[in-house]
């Protein structure tokens, strides 16, 4: 089932008011925030959900505008594995003041600074405990966020600014809520600068495709096992449709350096490789997801016709690295009708192989012509079907077969 679901973004700007990055916030569905102010369930969760709407459903170039994202990292996010499935360039990781600073803490921290994340240190009010508290995170901090309304003495915010810079560190006054605490704040030297006096949090919106939990555990309980190869991946993949097109989402949003298209599910986990593939699937099971009857409609269409296109590429002695195209090409053929939008835009997140983008969008070569072949039936225009067939050079009896074949496969799938 598709939810339309809400991630809120507010800018950080700096001292020329240019904008130098956003804070994403946790705003669950759109129902929800059309109901409440948008409450957090638990940090991890929290964070998790951000990261699968950002990522899988958004997409950070949207979201982000070419910035940076600020994300606020729980306790036990910050302890697994899961930031290092993030583009370091793009993602700053922002630990709340909710987290207990201890060894744990301060070594997750530097190894995150050492793999190149910019840390920031959020919410932070300079008493002589938060100080002390803070010392050991401060080598490997790149930003502070000092929470500006605590800090009424403004000769103890200039001295912490100073401090902070003398350490390399960027300070950050949030919670800027007039032209005054702006005023105040720049003259005492903050460097960057969040708040209500800028702009409120916007509401950034999409259409979420659910995942399947119990085909994201089974599939995380699989990687790892030395007798599992990519082909037996890829199939688990192919019962799953509405993952799949997520992986595909993910790999583009997640600014892979992708030096060549995709050109079908098995490329694909080629190049997002086991490790990172088993990060992006703890961040879904982290964010949770529907149940399996809850499959759409859609969805299982687009598993009919990725079957079908693989059946007909079958029937033409096609090679498996085409077979393998035209599955894909089907499965994602209907995403603009699952997303509500032109195929193009949705096309536009995901990097394909220009064979198969051609045969989308501009119905060229014989995957063109699958797609037109489909159109037809689904109309139920079959007199129309009769020049696509010969061009193709398949009988109608070739098409039945095709057809309930993948009929009986789509079945087994769901």
């Given at each position: 089932m598709n939810e339309e679901i809400c991630v809120a973004r507010q800018p950080?700007?700096?001292?020329?008011?240019?904008?130098?990055?956003?804070?994403?916030?946790?705003?669950?569905?759109?129902?929800?925030?059309?109901?409440?102010?948008?409450?957090?369930?638990?940090?991890?969760?929290?964070?998790?959900?951000?990261?699968?709407?950002?990522l899988n459903n958004i997409g950070i170039e949207k979201i982000a505008n070419n910035s940076l994202a600020f994300l606020n990292c729980s306790y036990d996010f910050l302890l697994?594995?899961?930031?290092?499935?993030?583009?370091?360039?793009?993602?700053?990781?922002?630990?709340?003041?909710?987290?207990?600073?201890?060894?744990?803490?301060?070594?997750?921290?530097?190894?995150?600074?050492?793999?190149?994340?910019?840390?920031?240190?959020?919410?932070?009010?300079?008493?002589?405990?938060?100080?002390?508290?803070?010392?050991?995170?401060?080598p490997y901090l790149s930003i502070c966020k000092l929470e500006y309304p605590q800090i009424k003495d403004v000769n103890i915010l200039r001295n912490v600014i100073k401090f902070f810079k003398q350490k390399n560190i960027l300070s950050l006054a949030e919670k800027?809520?007039?032209?005054?605490?702006?005023?105040?704040?720049?003259?005492?030297?903050?460097?960057?600068?969040?708040?209500?006096?800028?702009?409120?949090?916007?509401?950034?919106?999409?259409?979420?495709?659910?995942?399947?939990?119990?085909?994201?555990?089974?599939?995380?309980?699989?990687i790892g096992k030395q007798e599992l190869n990519i082909g037996d991946l890829e199939q688990e993949f192919k019962n799953l449709p509405d993952l799949t097109i997520n992986l595909l989402k993910y790999l583009n949003s997640a600014s892979f350096a992708l030096r060549s298209r995709i050109t079908s599910i098995r490329h694909a986990l080629s190049l997002l490789g086991n490790s990172n593939l088993k990060r992006w699937l703890l961040i879904l099971s982290y964010a949770g997801s529907s149940s399996q009857a809850d499959k759409s409609p859609l969805l299982m269409n687009a598993t009919m016709r990725a079957n079908f296109f693989m059946e007909l590429a079958k029937k033409l002695n096609w090679s498996?690295?085409?077979?393998?195209?035209?599955?894909?090409?089907?499965?994602?053929?209907?995403?603009?009708?699952?997303?509500?939008?032109?195929?193009?835009?949705?096309?536009?997140?995901?990097?394909?192989?220009?064979?198969?983008?051609?045969?989308?969008?501009?119905?060229?070569?014989?995957?063109?012509?699958?797609?037109?072949?489909?159109?037809?039936?689904?109309?139920?225009?079959?007199?129309?079907?009769?020049?696509?067939?010969?061009?193709?050079?398949?009988s109608s009896k070739d098409v039945t077969d095709c057809l309930n074949l993948a009929y009986k496969n789509s079945i087994v799938l769901s």
């Open positions: 950080i700007l700096d001292r020329n008011k240019e904008l130098y990055g956003y804070e994403l916030l946790f705003r669950g569905s759109v129902r929800a925030v059309a109901n409440s102010a948008g409450s957090i369930l638990n940090d991890m969760n929290a964070t998790a959900v951000v990261l699968d709407n950002v697994s594995e899961l930031p290092y499935s993030l583009n370091k360039d793009v993602f700053v990781l922002e630990i709340l003041e909710s987290v207990k600073i201890d060894d744990k803490i301060v070594e997750a921290v530097k190894k995150l600074k050492e793999y190149g994340f910019r840390m920031a240190l959020d919410d932070f009010v300079p008493t002589r405990e938060k100080i002390l508290e803070i010392a050991p995170l401060v800027i809520e007039t032209e005054e605490d702006f005023k105040i704040s720049y003259e005492a030297g903050s460097d960057l600068f969040q708040g209500y006096f800028f702009t409120k949090p916007e509401n950034i919106k999409s259409v979420k495709i659910s995942h399947d939990a119990v085909g994201i555990l089974h599939i995380l309980g699989l498996p690295e085409m077979m393998d195209k035209a599955y894909l090409m089907g499965l994602i053929s209907h995403l603009d009708v699952i997303y509500k939008t032109s195929l193009e835009a949705v096309l536009q997140q995901i990097s394909l192989d220009k064979e198969i983008t051609s045969a989308l969008l501009e119905r060229k070569g014989p995957m063109g012509a699958f797609i037109n072949l489909i159109n037809l039936i689904e109309h139920d225009d079959f007199q129309a079907m009769e020049g696509i067939l010969i061009g193709l050079k398949l």
